[in-house]
C-alpha cells in the first residue's frame, strides 16, 4: 500500500497543507471543528497514529524556525518560504516565521530558544548570529542552516549565491554595450543587523576596480521612489553623467524605471537600468537583471535541516547555487549625449 502522506489529508479534507500540520502539531491554532475533521480522516487514512507515536517518542516539536530580517515578506523572502514549506510539510513539519529587525531581536531569540525548546531546526536567511549565539544552538542540538548567510563559520550548513559573480556579470555585460560610468544605487539600510547583500555594494566596487576604464559611484537613498528625482539634480546632470545604473534589487529598480520613464526618458536609448533578483514582474516591464532562485535554495536548506535533525551530514554541506544574467530591454548600448 502507497504512504500516506500529509497532502492525502490536506486533499480529503479539503484545507491546506499547513492547516493538516497545525491540527495534528499545534491543535489550539485550529477551530475545535475543522481540528476533529482532520484527526478523523487523519486516523482514518492511518496517517495521524504513526506520526504522533514517532512525535512522542523522539521528542521533536516538528517545528522549524525561519529568521528575516524584516516585517515584510517581500518577494525573496516569499520564495524562501514557498522553497522551504513544499519540502517540510510533507515530513510533518511546520515552518515558524520569525522577524528579526535588530541586534535585540536577533540576541533575545537565540538567548530565549534553548529554555523553549521548541522547534527542531533554526534556518537563517540573508544575515549571521555571533558565535555566542550559535553556541546557543550547538549546545541545544538544534542544527543551524543558513541561506545567503554572510560567512558559514559555525553553521551546521548553508545554501548561498555569490553577489561577486552576479556583479562582475553585470559590469561585463555593461562594459561590452560601451558604458564606461556606472552608478549603483540602493535604499539605505537602518537595521543594526548586517545584511549578506552589504556584500553585493563591495562586490559592484571590485567587479568595476578590476575593469580597466570604467569607474563605478555608489549612492545610497532613503526612498527608491525619490531616487531619481535626486539624481537629476545631481549626478544625471553633470556634463559626464553615468550612462548606466545598477540597482540593488529588482523592487528597488522599478520605481527608478518608471520615474525615468514618466519624465520622457527612453530605456534603454538614454539610460541602461539594471536590477538583481530577477523577482516575477522583471520579466513583465523588460528588466535586465542578475537572477538567482530562492526557491531552489529554500528547498535545499529544508532538506539540509531535515538531514541534520535525524543527524545525518548533508552530502554538500556548504552549496553555492548559480547567478544568470538575464538581458532585457532596459539595458543597451551607449549614446553619447546629456540626459539634462
Avoid at 101 to 110: H, K, L, N, T
Avoid at 262 to 269: A, M, Y
Amino acid at each position: 500500500m502507497e504512504k500516506v502522506s500529509i497532502r492525502d489529508v490536506a486533499s480529503r479534507a479539503g484545507v491546506s497543507v499547513s492547516t493538516v500540520s497545525r491540527a495534528l502539531s499545534r491543535p489550539e491554532m485550529v477551530s475545535e471543528s475543522t481540528r476533529r475533521k482532520i484527526q478523523a480522516i487523519a486516523e482514518e487514512l492511518d496517517f495521524s497514529v504513526s506520526r504522533t507515536a514517532g512525535n512522542l517518542k523522539s521528542g521533536k516539536s516538528r517545528r522549524i524556525a525561519l529568521l528575516v530580517g524584516s516585517n515584510k515578506i517581500e518577494w525573496f523572502t516569499a520564495n524562501i518560504m514557498e522553497g522551504l514549506n513544499s519540502v517540510i510539510l510533507d515530513q510533518g513539519y511546520d515552518l515558524v516565521f520569525y522577524p528579526i529587525s535588530s541586534v535585540e531581536d536577533r540576541r533575545a531569540f537565540f538567548e530565549e530558544l534553548p529554555v523553549r525548546n521548541n522547534v527542531d531546526a533554526v534556518i537563517i536567511s540573508s544575515f549571521t548570529a555571533t558565535a555566542k549565539e550559535i553556541t546557543r544552538l550547538h549546545s541545544a542540538h538544534v542544527p543551524l542552516v543558513g541561506i545567503n548567510s554572510p560567512s558559514t563559520l559555525n553553521f551546521s550548513a548553508t545554501v548561498h549565491t555569490s553577489d561577486r559573480t552576479g556583479m562582475k556579470l553585470a559590469i561585463r555585460h555593461l562594459s561590452l554595450l560601451g558604458h564606461r560610468k556606472i552608478l549603483y544605487i540602493y535604499q539605505t539600510f537602518h537595521s543594526s543587523i548586517k545584511f549578506s547583500s552589504y556584500g553585493r555594494i563591495q562586490a559592484f566596487k571590485d567587479a568595476c576596480a578590476k575593469k580597466p576604464g570604467i569607474t563605478g559611484i555608489v549612492k545610497s537613498f532613503e526612498n527608491p521612489h525619490e531616487a531619481f528625482d535626486a539624481l537629476t539634480t545631481g549626478i544625471l546632470s553633470e556634463d559626464d553623467p553615468p550612462t548606466a545604473v545598477c540597482v540593488h534589487q529588482d523592487s528597488q529598480a522599478l520605481p527608478f524605471l518608471f520615474r525615468a520613464q514618466s519624465i520622457g526618458l527612453s530605456i534603454p536609448d538614454d539610460l541602461s537600468i539594471m536590477g538583481y533578483d530577477d523577482s516575477s514582474f522583471a520579466q513583465d516591464v523588460g528588466l535586465t537583471t542578475i537572477r538567482q532562485d530562492p526557491y531552489a535554495m529554500g528547498r535545499e536548506a529544508a532538506s539540509k535541516a531535515l538531514q541534520l535533525i535525524e543527524s545525518r551530514e548533508p552530502e554538500i554541506q556548504h552549496e553555492e547555487f548559480p547567478v544568470e544574467l538575464v538581458v532585457r530591454r532596459s539595458t543597451g548600448e551607449i549614446r553619447k549625449h546629456q540626459l539634462f
